[in-house]
């Protein structure tokens, strides 16, 4: 059988003994083109926070794809959908969060937050975190600090600074008068699952304020109950002057989202931002669907205890493997598997995707399992018995060294 080696979207080698190609999905599974079926705990990058073609998501879609997919004369034109989706979005951002826009991905939603953060405060520098990811686009991969390519991309967008993780001092340190806003994930998710230390975020909230500093929150990754509480920042009392969202918000549809304070809201006058599709009907009727299904069926309820369980077995997995295993990590169904090089996590990548398991693999030698947010009991556990036996074949044939690329 052939090898390939594939860049994954984060520029990690992954060799695969066989190209697969997925055909369709439903719930947890997907099926590829001969008919194989694999259990999926990467939700297509977090995205599918329902599940592959959930009833609910695929009706809403249908239904408004029938009706109006874009709004005449957008932007100008009031869209029922989207005022639905807006009333909505209030019952669950956090408190002050009261005007939102609509993107079409993370990075979008990233840099739009930014821009307009400096138009507010007047000021050009913005802070973030070394380890953070903010998208692809030319400014948020300046502000990503674990960005390995961005030397390939040079001239970055100037007026970024990054401090270390988790240290709060650092950043009291660097902020000044010239800095409009701090930018930061409540867990880095491509970063490889790091969790700050407690009382991170608020300290950091508290010193934003004191400077006239927005606090610009990443939540595209951790938003819509992916932690276990609707916004990972509710779980921690924290309140962002931003708050940008995608991912999981429309369950597999590309939208996204910002949210911010009337003050910040205050400094924005209308042109300053707007796009062609944002907030077009279909993706509003894709999230419409997603939020009331989260809300209706306590989606952040079940995940916290899905985490919980996932832990607790992962937990005794880091006992048992060690030589594998350095420890386990996360919130929710956000969980990373740190292991002591990438070459390992390219391996189990490879064993898990044989015994007909996806799980997705991420920056500094982690696994990061982020299945759908409404996976059964029965479903988390016959993957975590897959990955055992993907570590238990790691064991037998790891007498030699394992090669990160294929030979
Ligand atoms: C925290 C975070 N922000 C932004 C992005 C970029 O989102 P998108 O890929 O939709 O542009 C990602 C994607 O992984 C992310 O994890």
Redesign the pocket.
Known sequence: MNSIEIEDSLGLTICMKQPVAIERGLGSHVWDDKGAQYLDFTAG??VTSLGHSHPVLVAAIQEQAGKLMQNPNSGFTYSPVRARLLTLLQQVLPEGLTRVFFAN????A?DAAVKLARKVTGRPQVIAVAG??????LS?LSLSGGSDNAAKYLPLVPGNQFVPFGDIEALAAALNDTVAAVIV?PVQ??GGVRVPPPGYLQALAQLCRANGTLLIV?????GFCRTGSFFAVDAQNVQPDIL?M??GIAGGF?F?AFAMTDAVAAGVSKGDHGGTYCGNPLGCAAAFAVVSHLLEQNVAGRVTEMGKLAMARLQMLAQKYPEFVVEVRGRGLLIGIQMHNDAQVSELTQRCLALGLMVTPTRNAVLRIIPNLLITEAELLSGLALLTTALDAMRASNAEPVQARCA
């Not at 953070?132 to 686009?137: A, D, E, P, Q, W």
């Open positions: 990058w977090g991905s993370g990075a979008e990233n953070s990811f903010h998208g692809r686009t948020t994930e998710g491509e990443d939540e595209v990754q951790t940008t995608g991912k590309p996204a």
